[in-house]
């Protein structure tokens, strides 16, 4: 397959992942009436029976498999011969097939899950700021700025949380955190195909 047609499916990709998983996730919790945002975690959802757990481990899993995509097909192309963009696209690649097992190993796996998980969610910044370096590199001033500052907001709710306990549990930074990595995918996406 020639590399724009390779790079236009990973951004599409890219595109659909977040908006496939964020939908999975809300429909989950709006199955499950007795989710709290301030006492559970998002991965809660995943053991509880009926449509609700099956609902949001597909919407994991499905969508970790378009984001491995985007980075397989979209980042490594986009990046050509940038060395430092196709590290930052294999550290993503890494946090996908995290979020993928996040999917599959769900809380019955107890240590699988808080392994894949933590995985996740530590990858996926460190990706955001490797990428950073690669668009800083290749003199595209704006999309740094940008990749850094979803990087930021990836990695931050998890710092304060360290830092200050702010929630007795973790679904609002795994939900901030979540919609910085969306936020970037889609931009990145929409970038892609715009230039391919």
Not at 171 to 182: D, K, M, Q, R
Not at 191 to 196: E, N
């Given at each position: ?15 659909l ?6 939908t ?59 060395w430092?963009?196709?590290i ?8 996908t ?7 599959v ?56 949380l ?28 929409y ?6």
């Open positions: 397959m020639p590399d724009i047609g390779k790079q236009r499916i990973g951004a599409a990709t890219g595109i992942a977040p908006i496939l998983a964020f999975c996730i809300l429909a989950a919790i709006a199955s499950y009436s007795q989710f709290s945002w301030t006492n559970n975690a998002l991965s809660d959802l995943g053991i509880i029976p009926g449509i609700t757990g099956p609902l949001f481990n597909f919407g994991l899993y499905a969508s970790g498999l378009l984001a491995f995509n985007f980075a397989l097909f979209g980042l490594f192309t986009y990046f050509g011969k940038s430092v963009g196709k930052g696209a294999t550290v993503f690649a890494a946090a097939l995290a979020l993928i097992a996040i999917g190993f769900n809380e019955s796996y107890s240590g699988t899950h808080y392994a894949v998980s933590v995985a996740f969610f530590v990858l996926m910044p460190i990706s955001m700021f490797v990428i950073t370096c690669a668009f800083w590199l290749a003199h595209q001033g704006r999309m740094a700025v940008f990749t850094v500052l979803a990087g930021i907001a990836a990695a931050l709710p998890w710092l304060l360290f830092a200050f306990n702010y929630v007795p549990n973790v679904a609002i930074p795994e939900f901030v955190s979540g919609l910085a990595v969306s936020a970037l995918t889609i931009v990145l996406g970038k892609m195909i715009k230039s391919s």
